[in-house]
């Protein structure tokens, strides 16, 4: 699939809202309807080779016939809502799976060797995907009012698991899984990008990095590593995958945040 | 009549942005901003949506409990799916950001509170929209013409 065809469905959307909504249309663009129907046509051809091609004809031709056709002012304007609507909607289901089959690697913006990576690499990410499922698991023992959401994508990252409540208002917890962190420079990465991705989750948000081997001389000084107005709300889980438990306590002051942060909310 | 001040005799306009949309033009649009706006902080006249103080309350309390099934949300989901898609972003930047939206989770619906200094703005730039009777549009406001008043 590609992104025209996203791109042409969603501007047949708003081409009906043009019809039956001109000052939501105003709000949204400054594109005339003349130019909007250049496009939707220039789409199309860059599409015609598309699955999907004929879809998108059918939508553009049922818009010109409720145009024409319709009786009233009324049946018009609900039929032209449905195909804005159902367009668009169609365009974002759509967007999503092109952006977790092509999306950002597809865009150049991150590792860029997929294609070329050799089997054992596979290997590594299934332990890696192996042991984080473990750990969470295991701090889900301890927190069973969440639930846990493994490689949640949103805005051009993914976050390897996303802890949000079930019920009440307890914060939202994003982990990022690290099989080894044994350089300062390596942990203060990790936490940078992990604390990027959770831009806009909102300022209760927590955020954990889960490892299985961390230096014992970092498992001292990580603290350090992250901003000062991040520390209360961060934190380095130690998680012994022999064992099923978490080392030195590190689940502790994770745990402790979260029930304070519920006590505060009471 | 240079200004916007003096066109519609008000010093400040104020408006209510999600989070989400700000983020997308800092990201796609060299950090301007389309903004509606009126010229009280209470329009009584205008309808919710337009309405800086009600929006505000009602995104403040929708992004507090995480009521994904608002129809506020689905709303703004909308709005700024149709800004984008009307925009002169490419397909592929187009399709990501639809993407995004549709996946955004409720607290990037929380809201900032700005106010708009209408001296500084020309009056050239400024759009009566014409649904209600204090509710005007700016396509390009940036940075430098904002105060926020609640982040």
Known sequence: MKAETVHALALIGLRALAEYD???????????????????????????????????????????SVERESQSQVASAFLLRQISVSCLERAQALAIHYRSTIGPFAHGESLGVQENAPVSVDQRLSKHEENLRLGVMRLLRDLPEYSAMFNYRWRHREIDCVLRPVYDGSPAILIEFKQKMQSEQRVREAFRRLHQAGAGWGKSTLFGILTTSPSEELFDSWMKLVPVKLRQRTFLLTYDVEQNEFSRQSASRLIHAVRQFNEEQA | MSNIEQHLGKRFGYTCQPWLAIDIADRHFAATYRVWFSTSINPQQNGSSSNPLILFQELDRITYINDFNHSRIDQLKTRLANWISG??????????????????PVPAFRPQLWKIDLRNIHVSRLINLGQFPDEYQVRDLIRAEIEVLVP
């Open chain 2, 87 to 104: 925009s002169a972003l490419t397909s592929g930047d187009v399709a990501d950001l639809l993407a995004e939206i549709a996946a955004a």
């Open chain 1, 22 to 64: 001109p000052i939501e249309f105003r709000r949204s663009t400054d594109l005339s309807k003349g130019h909007l129907d250049d496009l939707i046509e220039g789409l199309l051809e860059g599409v015609h080779d598309e699955v999907d091609f004929g879809d998108l004809r059918r939508e553009v031709d049922q818009l010109r």
